[in-house]
């Protein structure tokens, strides 16, 4: 059975009991990746004694920091910048992580502590704090970072307590390898926050694992699937004590997977999968609220950097406070003189933002509030949609009094994901204005994009909406996702063609690779070359060869990017002939895979995840026949008697294989 390791996919599509393999592979052929404490030699770095507020700064620059047994590691601010990486590695046992802070974007797909106790012991994590991810990275669970990854290998007990995970990642921590594919050992959180994780908050097994004293919070305005994953298949119980869970629309919860055993006491939820309604939001004694609190050790005790403007004496001296009233509701300001945050009252979350003298941001419930101090006069303050209360300088007042109304957009268009399977693509375009919109708990995603009233975007199983004027003029949706407007249901072919514009690929006698990529959907055609020669890769890219001929096309939105691996062709959008120079080339991934039929009986299955890009290649002579399937970083496809060969960069991080083919596997090649 494959193990459990960050990077690969969450729910794997094989049963774990049906994931023989029937080939020995040996280091050439697969580079096992032991959680991330196989990453490539880093920093090790020794026990840090600092005097209570001191502490180590630290700027990411792709190193691996390695906390041995016994050892502690403490008072340290992480600066990650602009999306550098940086992993700490605790392995071993009896060790100690505590007062870590991180600043800046976190990278995409990165993956911050991989730690285990693997000695039996006890190992601690305690006073950490997790900055905001950038709202800008691309779609997908799968890159965004995870905070704390859990090995497999863990066979101790982990204790992590007032850990703030304000980064909005793949997980806050990952903690349920060791129950359902691992040594069994357990964790407990205890006082820890999690603030919209998009894919899951806090994630455990039924192998001893404990949730004590803890909030998960979900604002309502972000893409996020579960509050809290629960993991069977390890043999005890799951325990959750004194936690409140609020979704405020978004996503689940709590959720199970593998029928665990699952205890719960004074658990309470907005969606009714705890023991009691009508939860807190509120940050847990002891757990910090930013980086520099967490790294000098000081708990939530709020320790405002050098140059934020909310700190200190210079503080405006006017307030401007917004209170939810129960709604998820969408507030603009703006005020003659600058606008800060308020650090005396409430939290302003990554969907609030501040910019000179405007802020904007979201709202829910009466426990969610957002505050302010500027300076002059309040110019302007209402809302996009829903209703908040205001108050200016301690005073009540009514909104209505100040500014004009926004433009109305009087139309409403629901893209309806809720109880399919899989994840449906869109695109539609409205001839005035549009915006996003929560209607029937729908979310606000940042991946989804608005261009001069050209709506693209996704949806899972859940909701996306949106306000705006004007005539719906065109709508495509690839998936199973129902399209209402103004609260009736539509037929998307009765708005234009699905896929509305022809790529055309004419081969000029040299051998070419290209992968090229749009911003809404692309398929192949039936009895074309197309589906021949090419493969469509997560619905927006194909990647293919030619030499001669003409392969064509059908998709939506726009070309984002045309590569030639080798060898050269001429492409044409429509009638536009598209210049390859004009794209940023996306570079040919340096590892490769060679799943060999040739010399098999029958057919041989396979699937296969790296924690890189992957795209399919013709080395070696291999097949680029239509049929396998390349989502997002699993591979799953099946060989005759041909080969099938794809380049890849990071490390294989699952591997499956049912048949006789040979598997090869080469590293820079």
């Not at 920093?43 to 001191?54: F, M, R």
């Not at 999968?273 to 509120?282: A, M, R, S, V, Y």
């Not at 495509?476 to 514009?501: C, K, Q, W």
């Not at 001929?549 to 998709?555: L, T």
Request: proline share 3%.
């Amino acid at each position: 059975m494959a193990r459990d390791y960050p990077g690969g996919s969450s729910e794997n599509p094989v049963p774990t009991d049906e994931r023989t393999t029937e080939t020995t592979i040996d280091r050439r052929s697969y580079l096992k990746l032991a959680g991330v404490a196989a990453i490539a030699t880093g920093t090790a770095t020794g026990a840090a004694n600092a005097a209570s507020g001191e502490y180590e700064t630290i700027a990411a620059s792709g190193q691996t920091i390695r906390i041995d047994s016994g050892e502690t590691w403490e008072n340290k601010l992480i600066d990650l910048g602009t999306r550098n990486s940086i992993t700490i590695v605790a392995k071993g046992t009896d060790w100690t992580i505590r007062n870590i802070g991180f600043t800046g974007e976190v990278a995409y797909d990165d993956t911050l502590f991989a730690v285990a106790d693997t000695g039996g012991g006890t190992s601690r994590m305690e006073n950490i704090y997790f900055d905001e991810c950038p709202s800008d990275r691309p779609t997908g669970g799968s890159y965004r970072a995870k905070c704390i990854w859990v090995d497999p290998d863990h066979n101790g007990s982990l204790e992590v307590s007032r850990c703030n995970f304000s980064a909005n990642g793949n997980n806050g921590i990952y903690g349920s390898a060791p129950a359902y594919n691992g040594d069994g050992g357990d964790i407990v959180l205890a006082n820890c926050y999690t603030n919209d994780s998009h894919h899951t908050g806090l994630r455990i097994g039924d192998c001893g694992m404990k949730i004590v004293d803890s909030v998960v919070y979900k604002s309502g305005s972000s893409s996020a699937n579960r509050g809290i994953w629960i993991w069977g298949d390890g043999g005890d119980v799951a325990t959750l004590e004194n936690v409140h869970v609020i979704t405020n629309g978004a996503g689940v919860g709590i959720d199970t997977k593998n029928s665990p055993n699952v205890k719960m006491t004074d658990v309470y939820t907005d969606d009714g999968t705890g023991t009691d309604g009508n939860p807190d939001h509120f940050i847990p004694d002891g757990c910090p609220e930013s980086a520099k609190a967490a790294a000098s050790g000081s708990g939530n005790e709020e320790q405002p950097s050098d140059g934020d403007e909310s700190a200190g004496e210079d503080l405006p001296e006017r307030t401007l406070t917004i209170i939810g009233q129960g709604d998820p509701t969408e507030y603009y300001v703006e005020t003659t003189g600058e606008i800060v945050r308020n650090p005396d009252r409430g939290t302003l979350e990554s969907h609030d933002a501040i910019d000179g003298t405007t802020a904007t941001g979201w709202v829910t419930t009466t426990s969610n509030v957002d505050g302010f101090r500027f300076d002059g006069e309040l110019v302007d303050v209402g809302f996009h949609q829903g209703r908040a209360t205001v108050e200016v300088d301690g005073e009540e007042i009514d909104p209505d009094e100040y500014g004009e109304e926004p433009a109305a957009l009087e139309n409403t268009i629901l893209i309806d994901g809720f109880g399919t399977a899989g994840t449906s693509h869109y695109e539609f375009a409205v001839s005035g204005a549009a915006e996003k919109s929560t209607i029937k708990g729908a979310t606000i995603d940042g991946a989804d994009t608005i261009d001069s009233g050209t709506v693209v975007g996704s949806v899972g199983g859940w909701r996306d909406a949106f306000r705006f004027a004007g005539e719906l003029e065109s709508l495509t949706v690839d998936g199973d996702a129902r399209v209402s407007v103004n609260g009736e249901l539509v037929d998307p072919t009765e708005y234009g063609a699905e896929f509305p514009h022809v790529l055309t690929i004419v081969g000029n006698g040299s051998q070419a690779e290209y992968t090229v990529t749009v911003d809404g959907r692309i398929e192949t055609i039936a009895g074309d070359d197309s589906d021949r020669y090419a493969t469509v890769e997560s619905g927006d890219t194909v990647v293919g060869s030619i030499e001669r001929g003409v392969q064509r096309f059908r998709f939506s939105g726009s070309v984002s990017n045309l590569t030639f691996h080798q060898g050269s062709a001429n492409v044409y959008a429509d009638q536009e002939e598209l210049d390859p120079d004009a794209f940023e080339s996306a570079p040919t991934p340096p590892h490769s895979i060679v799943i060999d039929g040739s010399d098999a009986s029958g057919t041989t299955e396979y699937e296969f995840t790296v924690d890189g890009d992957v795209v399919k290649s013709s080395y070696r002579d291999a097949t680029l026949e239509g049929g396998d399937v390349i989502d997002g970083r699993t591979v799953t496809g099946s060989v005759d008697d041909d080969l099938d060969a794809y380049w890849f960069e990071g490390d294989i991080t699952d591997f499956w294989l049912f048949g006789d083919a040979s598997v090869d596997v080469e590293y820079d090649v």
